[in-house]
């Protein structure tokens, strides 16, 4: 079985290896029936200065091997935008 640090690693180069895209983290992770729920944030447009650039929150799915099953763009923000609640 993958441990909640192995499968982080994996849903990270997924992304990556999807988007060909920085990732800046895991921000989220959570055991499901037969893997693992992972969100990763993702810089999707670097700009000058970094404070301006988009980021992007990706929702993904690994099995029990690491293997991506599905993943989706959650939503995209600027930056140190503060979600209100």
């Known amino acids: 079985m993958l441990s909640a640090s192995e499968a982080a690693k994996q849903a990270v ?6 988007t060909g895209r ?16 992972v969100t990763v944030e993702i810089v999707e447009t670097h700009r000058i200065p970094d404070s ?6 990706y929702e993904t799915q690994v099995d029990d091997e690491g293997e991506l099953v599905a ?9 140190g935008r503060v979600e209100r609640s």
């Open 13 to 18: 180069r997924h992304v990556t290896d999807m």
């Open 22 to 37: 920085d990732a800046e983290g895991v921000v989220g992770i959570e055991r499901t029936g037969d893997g693992w729920q």
């Open 52 to 57: 301006a650039d988009i980021l992007a929150i």
């Open 71 to 79: 993943y989706r763009r959650a939503s995209r923000y600027a930056r």
